[in-house]
Nanobody, 125 residues
Framework: QVPLVESGGGSVQPGGSLRLSCAVS????????MGWYRQAPGKQRELVAE???????NYADSVGGRFTISRDSVTNSVYLQMNGLKPEDTAVYYC???????????????????WGLGTQVTVSS
């Protein structure tokens, strides 16, 4: 497991904004995609947004038009700008990085999935 460090969570009122950040703190040979997932109490973890090496993005229908994912490939960081937050966005947000930990893994096409510890986002009035 390659460590991922998240920051930027907090509490906001409906309609507010937050920006989440995540950086890979360990060594990894190549990252193929990074993304954000969230898990609300009593619910399964779900994809929020993801971005590939080529810059292709994918968003959950529930956040499209409000959230924007971006990535810095030099620093192996990913960001999630969240605007127009709603109470139903309340959850623990997890950073995700999928890639090859080593040249050996790359040659045999063995991808690993790495997770951050999560950051709480609370939207309430």
């Amino acid at each position: 497991q390659v460590p991922l460090v998240e920051s930027g969570g907090g509490s906001v009122q409906p309609g507010g904004s937050l920006r989440l950040s995540c950086a890979v703190s360990g060594s990894i040979y190549r990252i193929n995609s990074m993304g954000w997932y969230r898990q609300a109490p009593g619910k399964q973890r779900e994809l929020v947004a993801e971005i590939t090496n080529s810059g292709n993005t994918n968003y959950a229908d529930s956040v499209g038009g409000r959230f924007t994912i971006s990535r810095d490939s030099v620093t192996n960081s990913v960001y999630l700008q969240m605007n127009g937050l709603k109470p139903e966005d309340t959850a623990v947000y997890y950073c995700n990085a999928v890639g090859f930990r080593s040249l050996f893994d790359s040659r045999r096409r063995y991808e690993s999935t790495n997770w951050g510890l999560g950051t709480q986002v609370t939207v309430s009035s």
